[in-house]
């Protein structure tokens, strides 16, 4: 069997699942939402990390099977969370540019009316990759997301190109700030000084931010301090299965 093929037949028959790390808020350590990462749980290999089949899944064309799969099982997660009385205000779901096909919204309706949840509960983070490859293109789809209530975050924010073009034309919600920024922003005065204009341009124009990869309480610290709002990272925990997903959700009440 080729790649291709073994990975058709491990979505149809649930071989995916997704892990959730908390997003929380820094001000209070509040919960603001659990992104979803998706996994292989790989017959002989074990479990298999999303670098080692999203991008054969996107060249191949199965991204969009695989994607709808992963926002059915995020949104059923949420709805498990919300039934089991654990408050989990958002989820976060990770979309490849070859996803952002017109088709997209009324999928993500279909999935969220059938599981209960209303669309202002689900953000969807998007690389700036995917937004600069498409420009006009995914500017419609996007703009109907937003009307349909969901939100819209742009993932490892920092490493890409024209990210300023992109907060102004784009219908934007958050900004996730790439962990390369946040590794040494307690320690070096260049990346704390980028991390700053970073966090200062996006409020002034109204985006919610969220730091990646908070490892430490001295980053934590620093970010306070900036003025970010949300963060993500070990320092609060790492990607969890579901049950150990809900298992510190439980703790947290
Ligand atoms: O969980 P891990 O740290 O291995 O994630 C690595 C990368 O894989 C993340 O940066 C994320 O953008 C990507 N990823 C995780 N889950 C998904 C998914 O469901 N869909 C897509 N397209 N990418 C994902
Ligand atoms: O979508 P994105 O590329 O941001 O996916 C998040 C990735 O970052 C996941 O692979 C996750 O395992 C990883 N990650 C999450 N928290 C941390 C952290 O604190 N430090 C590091 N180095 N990686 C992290
Ligand atoms: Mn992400
Ligand atoms: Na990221």
């Known amino acids: 069997m080729t790649v291709e093929s073994e990975l058709r037949a491990a979505i149809a028959a649930g071989q995916l699942e997704l892990h959730y790390q908390p997003q929380l808020c820094l001000d209070d350590r509040s919960l603001a939402g659990m992104e979803a990462l998706v996994r292989w749980r790989h017959p002989r290999l074990g479990l298999l990390a999303p670098g080692r089949f999203v991008p054969l899944a996107e060249d191949c064309g199965l991204i969009w099977e695989l994607g709808l799969a992963v926002m059915d099982l995020a949104v059923a997660q949420l ?9 989990v205000p958002r989820i976060a779901v990770n979309v490849s540019p070859a996803q952002l096909r017109p088709e997209l919204v009324e999928r993500i309706v279909e999935i969220l009316e059938r ?139």
């Open 79 to 87: 709805a498990a969370w919300d039934r089991a009385g654990l408050q």
């Open 115 to 253: 599981h209960g949840i209303d669309a202002c509960r689900l953000e969807i983070e998007l690389t700036e990759s995917a937004l600069t490859a498409d420009g006009p293109a995914a500017n419609g789809l996007l703009q109907a997301l937003r009307r349909m209530g969901a939100s819209i975050a742009i993932d490892d924010f920092g490493v890409g190109y024209s990210s300023l073009t992109l907060l102004r034309r784009l219908p934007i919600s958050a900004l996730k700030i790439d962990r390369s920024f946040v590794a040494e922003l307690a320690s070096n005065r260049q990346d704390a000084a980028i991390v700053e204009a970073i966090l200062r341009m996006a409020h002034s124009v109204g985006l919610r931010t969220v730091a990646e990869g908070v490892e430490h309480a001295e980053q934590q610290a620093a970010l306070g301090v900036l003025g970010c709002q949300e963060g993500q990272g070990y320092l609060f925990a790492r990607p969890l299965d579901a049950r150990a997903a809900s298992a510190w959700l439980a703790a947290q009440c």
